[in-house]
């Protein structure tokens, strides 16, 4: 289930199940929405993007959905795997600001086995 | 191809000393961002460089915080008179011109005591 811990809310998902985290962005005129795995102790590790003008992508083992009316956006990973766990961030992108990134406040992701 | 490189890793300096953390860039890249992480949190943009020129420094402090990208050499994000608060993680990130995909490095962790 998934529960707001001191910091980083957490969601915990048995190995096999699928992963749903969520989103909310604040600016409308994003150009591209990004989603990023951290791995502890490292750098950022993008995984996939959707453009504005889309409500959803499909990469492997992973979807994105936007849902630009309430500002959301969400990541499903199928069939969880052990190294999915991470802390995974979603990014806002504007072109016109020169693609500098805006990060959300991260979920972390814990799998069971 | 490597990534992009940082260091150091990992970086211990006393209050009122100076620190030079240095990016280099995937090869063929010609933009640079600096983002700092504190524990538990996302990132935030401090800087955006194209070669020996500043783009943006909007997320940058005013005082203490440089950060210069030359012609030749790596991107070099200096910090004078570190106080406690300077502790983070501070990541580079790179593109090539008119992608919109940046790629991070591993980071450098920044301990002011």
């Known amino acids: 289930g998934e529960s707001v811990g001191l910091h980083l809310p957490t969601l915990s998902v048995q190995e096999g199940d699928n992963s749903i985290i969520n989103c909310a962005y604040s600016n409308s005129a994003s150009d591209y929405f990004i989603w990023y795995k951290q791995e502890s102790g490292k750098g950022p590790q993008f995984i996939i993007d959707?453009?504005?003008?889309?409500d959803k992508r499909q990469g492997q083992r992973v979807t994105v959905l936007l849902n630009k009316t309430v500002k959301h956006l969400s990541l499903q990973i199928a069939a969880t795997q052990p190294g999915d766990s991470a802390v995974y961030f979603c990014?806002?992108?504007?072109?016109?600001?020169?693609?500098?990134?805006?990060f959300g406040g991260g979920t972390r992701v814990l799998v069971k086995p | 191809n490597a990534g992009v490189m940082q260091n150091p890793r990992h970086l211990v300096r006393r209050r009122g000393q100076e620190a030079r953390l240095r990016c280099s860039p995937m090869?063929?890249?010609?933009?640079v961002y600096w983002y700092r992480q504190l524990p538990e949190e996302g990132l935030k943009f401090m800087v955006y460089l194209q070669k020996e020129n500043i783009i943006d420094e909007s997320g940058m402090p005013k005082e203490r915080f440089s950060a210069e990208f030359p012609k030749e050499g790596p991107s070099i994000l200096r910090i004078q008179q570190v106080v406690r608060g300077d502790s983070a993680a501070y990541f580079c990130?790179?593109?090539?011109?008119?992608?919109?995909?940046?790629?991070f490095g591993q980071g450098t962790r920044l301990t002011v005591v």
């Open positions: 990130a790179s593109s090539p011109l008119g992608f919109t995909e940046a790629f």
């Open positions: 959707i453009r504005s003008n889309m």
């Open positions: 990014a806002e992108n504007m072109e016109a600001a020169g693609n500098k990134l805006t």
């Open positions: 090869k063929g890249h010609s933009h």
